[in-house]
C-alpha cells in the first residue's frame, strides 16, 4: 500500500507541483481546494486513471472540511501520513487602511486553517504513532513583505510560529511538523501579481537573480515526508533566492 498524502489548496500553483512530486514519488494523493471541479480536473490530469488519486472539496475556512476530508482519505486508502497546509490568499491593501475585517479575513484564511489542519490532521497521524506535517509560510512572514501586505506577512509569520508549536506537541507521536518559507516563485501568482514590466525590477533584487521553482519546493515536502526525516522538525525551511538570510 502506498504512502498517503494530502494538499490543500491544491488545484493550481505551488499546491498542484507539491502534489505532483508526492505522486510522482510514489504517494496517493488527495487534491483538495475550495471548487471540487476544480481539484478533479487536476486530479484527472496527474492520474488519469484514478487509482492513486483522490479529488476532494475542501474549505480551509472549515473545520467540518477538514474533517470530511480525513474521514474520505481514510476510507479510499485506509491511513493518512502526510499533510500539507498549503492554501492561502493575499490581499493588497495600504496597512493603514486595512480594516480589521479584512486584518481577520487574511488570518482567518491563512492563519486559522493551518492550526486547523495540524489538529484535524495531527490528531489523526499522532493516534497511528506516525505522521509527517509541512506548513506553507512564506519569505514575507520573514521580511515583513510589502506595505501593502501586512496582513499577509503577519499571518504567514504566525504560521512559524504554529508550526514550532505543534511540532513540540506531536512529536511524541512520531509527527513531524515543518515549514517552508518561499521567496517569489515561478507560477501563476506570481505572474499575476507582477507584470512583465516590473519583472525586471523583481529579479534585480534577488541575489540569485531568478524566480524560485516550483517542482523544488514538491521535492523539498517529499524530503521532509521521509522517515528519514524524523530530527527536523519546528524548522522553517527558507528557498527565498537569498533575499532572507537568518
Ligand atoms: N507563489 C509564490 O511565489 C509564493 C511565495 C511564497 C509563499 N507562497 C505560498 O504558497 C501557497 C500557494 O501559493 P500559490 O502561489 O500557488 O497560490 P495560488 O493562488 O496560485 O493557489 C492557491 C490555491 O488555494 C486555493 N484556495 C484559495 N482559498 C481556499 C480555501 N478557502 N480553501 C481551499 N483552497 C483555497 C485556490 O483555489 C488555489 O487553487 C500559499 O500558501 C502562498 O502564500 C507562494
Ligand atoms: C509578487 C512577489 C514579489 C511575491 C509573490 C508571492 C509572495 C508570497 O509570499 O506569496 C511573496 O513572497 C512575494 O515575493
Not at 170 to 181: D, E, Q, R, Y
Not at 203 to 225: C, M, S, Y
Amino acid at each position: 500500500m502506498s504512502q498517503v498524502a494530502l494538499v490543500t489548496g491544491a488545484a493550481q500553483g505551488l499546491g498542484l507541483a507539491i502534489a505532483s512530486r508526492l505522486f510522482a514519488a510514489g504517494y496517493a494523493v488527495a487534491i483538495t481546494d475550495l471548487s471540487l471541479e476544480r481539484a478533479q480536473a487536476a486530479a484527472d490530469r496527474l492520474d488519469p486513471s484514478g487509482q492513486r488519486s483522490l479529488a476532494l472539496k475542501l474549505d480551509v475556512d472549515s473545520k467540518a472540511d477538514f474533517e470530511a476530508a480525513l474521514a474520505a482519505v481514510v476510507e479510499r486508502f485506509g491511513a493518512l501520513h502526510v499533510a500539507v497546509n498549503n492554501a492561502a490568499m493575499t490581499m493588497t491593501t495600504p496597512v493603514m487602511q486595512i480594516s480589521p475585517e479584512e486584518f481577520d479575513r487574511v488570518l482567518s484564511l491563512n492563519t486559522r486553517s493551518v492550526f486547523v489542519g495540524c489538529q484535524v490532521f495531527g490528531a489523526h497521524m499522532a493516534a497511528a504513532g506516525y505522521g509527517r506535517i509541512v506548513n506553507m509560510a512564506s519569505l514575507a512572514g520573514q521580511n515583513g513583505g510589502t506595505a501593502t501586505g501586512a496582513h499577509y506577512a503577519a499571518s504567514k509569520g504566525a504560521i512559524v510560529t504554529l508550526t514550532k508549536i505543534f511540532a513540540k506537541e506531536l512529536a511524541s507521536g512520531g509527527v513531524t511538523v515543518n515549514a517552508i518559507a518561499p521567496g517569489p516563485i515561478e507560477s501563476p501568482a506570481v505572474r499575476a501579481a507582477v507584470p512583465p514590466e516590473r519583472m525586471e525590477g523583481l529579479l534585480a533584487n534577488i541575489p540569485v537573480k531568478r524566480l524560485g521553482d516550483a517542482d523544488f519546493l514538491g521535492d523539498l515536502v517529499v524530503q521532509l515526508a521521509r522517515p528519514e526525516a524524523y530530527f527536523t522538525t519546528g524548522a522553517t525551511w527558507d528557498v527565498n533566492g537569498g533575499l532572507f538570510m537568518r
